[in-house]
């Protein structure tokens, strides 16, 4: 017996990680995934804050080398915020790494010190924005949007 073409639809959207509201639209179910990569608690603080608002659930480390590390056990994340000062290995190094090792996650530069030139580096290396410290909520709001809706 075949289900009409309604119902089949729902299904698949929820087996997607999407579930039915009351008026009818699918609004997404599945739990979003960072790794912040920063040494500055403060900033730390500040960033859990804010992607957790967004019902983002979220990883800390305070280095270049813990991620490169945690990510080479094939831990997978949504969403990378990467600082440009880190010990050991900037954020430019880390996030080549990051890209050569055939990570796709949306990465977030951060930094307090912004300059076009810092910047430019960031997106050679291959993040996808570039954001001034501390994190913006309705930059991580409309981002968090966009990979809803996408």
Do not use: H, Y
């Amino acid at each position: 017996m075949e289900l009409p073409s309604k119902i089949n639809n729902n299904e698949k959207s929820i087996q997607q990680g999407f579930s039915p509201s009351r008026n009818g639209d699918f609004i997404s179910t599945r739990k979003f995934t960072a790794l912040v990569v920063d040494n500055d608690p403060i900033c730390q603080i500040i960033e859990k804050a804010i992607l957790e608002s967004q019902g983002v659930e979220t990883q800390f480390v305070g280095s270049g080398i813990d991620a490169l590390d945690l990510l080479a056990t094939g831990a997978s994340f949504d969403i990378i915020v990467i600082a440009w000062v880190l010990p050991m290995m900037n954020g430019v190094e880390t996030t080549r790494q990051i890209r050569a090792m055939g990570i796709r996650s949306k990465l977030l530069a951060v930094t307090a010190c912004f300059d076009e030139r810092k910047k430019q580096a960031f997106l050679d290396a291959g993040v996808d924005e570039f954001i001034e410290k501390p994190l913006n909520p309705k930059k991580v709001a409309s981002i968090m949007r966009e990979m809803k809706n996408g």
